[in-house]
């Protein structure tokens, strides 16, 4: 399929789980037939009708603990959250429950849910529209967390979320809702577990994930044209986090540099940093550099810009690294 | 525009409220709603059996905690007419979403007290299998356990099933969000949920008037299905309305509330201190007999001429000989391997989390070598 934008190979993943699996439910606010406020389930109720595409009540906590009470009666729920700021009222239920119930059944009840969370900024709106929340539920055991950055990912990770027996965040950078691509469909599900090296290079290594997969890639391209060669690996999977793949990254090029929107204290890449700092230091030529917010509320979006990542402020990065 | 999805108009209405009607203004099963109910003598005494072993095994928690057997023990004396009540009044297809406190729901629905008293011995955090019993977890945060039993019943909804869900919690649940965001999705979804607030007056130390304006049971017509308040020490009555309650909801007529009135004789668990917030006066209205769910149960037997001293001493027998059981398996029990915590966090771990626990493992051999 030519040209299918990040929020239509969504669609297109649910569109497929809800036809080959009919234990598969769909719900959230305004998901019925306005499809979403990102039209990501545009056409479902139509097409699936209202027990498996549905509206609810605006109750995040709730919606929550639907898809838990729905996922132990058998069924695989796909909740929607609107905003990443929106899924805070959920906390306790995804934190305290969702990602404790296997646990405190001994095992005998599986979480077998996907909650879906628009996330990250650079679209021009306020701040709750425009968080990374993805460290508070990579922190939390009994979860697991991915992010595509790619149409085809998207599809891929999505369908690889509602087969797994385990609860799954699944983070969408709504920034790239509209980035298009020519995705070949129907496609076997991804591992929710690997990292994906999408560029190869010599010099550094750029980490990220998500909306900054494709800054990264941009910042690569205007190194090789400034002589310097920039690998840059995808992590799709924020928790696990597949090391193996960063690791072998790393050894070869030496120098790292972790980008991401959210802050960088307490981020992802301080976990990531940390990991390969201890198994990797006698390889390293310096420290890794992270490239990230600082720690603030999102910014008011009309200088947003200035403090997420761009291929400016990650080629400053790997300078540093090849100064060092 | 599309009209709302999942409900009945017909059943919206706040004030159908027949299940409100099997009850006299205090709480109590009219007459007539009795004759209806016919609860037979063999029922009312099973009801007073499980009612006596419950109290028993509960006395039992008590004395194990004060041993020092078990870490924790939240009592539950007062509350044997509500649980014992509700979960016989449930079908055995049916599910029961408990809270904390709910141990003698768990009884009912056969689920062996000393394995439960596991998790208070700090040696498990998941002593049942929920689908053996169709008998959830006890949730500790509270009231986030009663949107997941909304969220089952929809399920059972949707596969078109005759299964009623009945969710406990107290008075002090009523207050969060999620209480009444379950409360809301339930009414919208007409779900089949049995809401069964187990109002003991006290949340820790926050009496129900600190706690509650107005009355709970009346929060269910703002939601749009019937709300009934039971006199919480009559386990005919308890019994009689859940079970239509219960019926209501699995013939598709949606969610209903009860409340059910009682007392917390007890403290909140073992590790509080009611002598900070209450008095011992205050305590009186509750402890005659008049008020003990037990000896109400024996006074309708009685009237019944079901009751005898043969029977009376049998129960207390076999409730004895359950609370020993019950010492000897938690005793008994012994710990599970330590690693076991890393394979139940997840059906299908990653294989960082499978070298986490290699690494707890080794340490442990490496330090159990020393």
Redesign the interface.
Known sequence: MTGVTLGKALNLALHDALQSDSRV?MFGEDV??LGGVFRVTDGLQEEFG??RV????L?E??IA???????????RPVAEMQFDAFSY?SF??VT??IA???????????M?LVIRIPYGGNIGAIEQHSESPETYYAHT??L?VVTPSTPADAYGLLLGAIK???PVIFLEPKARYWMRQDIDIPAPPLPL?RAQVVREGRDATLIAYGPTVQTALLAAEQGESEGVSLEVVDLRSLS??D?DTLAASVRKTRRAVVVHEAPVFMGLGAEIVAQLMHDLFDVLEAPIERVGNATIPYPPSRFEKLFLPDADRILEAVDRTREY | MAKALHTHPQAREGDDNSIGSLVDAHGLLTPEAERDAAVSDDQLRELYRMMVICRRLDQEGLNLQRQGELGLWGPYVGHEAAQVGAALAMESTDWIFPYYRDFAMAVCRGIDPGNILTIFRGLTHGAWNPYEYRFAPFIIPVGTQVPHAVGFAVGCKFDHEQTAVLVGFGEGATSTGDWHEAMNFAGVFQAPVVFLCENNQWAISVPVEEQIAGRIVDRAAGYGFPGVRVDGTDVLTVYAVVRAAAQHARQGHGPVLVESVAYRLQAHTTSDDPTRYRTDADLDPWKGSDKDPIERCAERLRQRNAYDDTFAVAVAQEAEERASAMRQTLVAARPPHPESVFDLVFANPPASLMRERDEFTSSLEQGGAE
């Open positions: 439910v019925g037939n209202r027990e549905f509206n609810t009540p109750a906590a709730t603990a639907l898809a838990l009470g729905m996922a132990m009666k058998g069924f009222p306790q239920q305290s429950n404790k119930y296997h646990t405190r059944t001994g095992g005998a009840v599986n077998q055991a009994g697991k797994d027996p385990d577990d696990p986090l090391m």
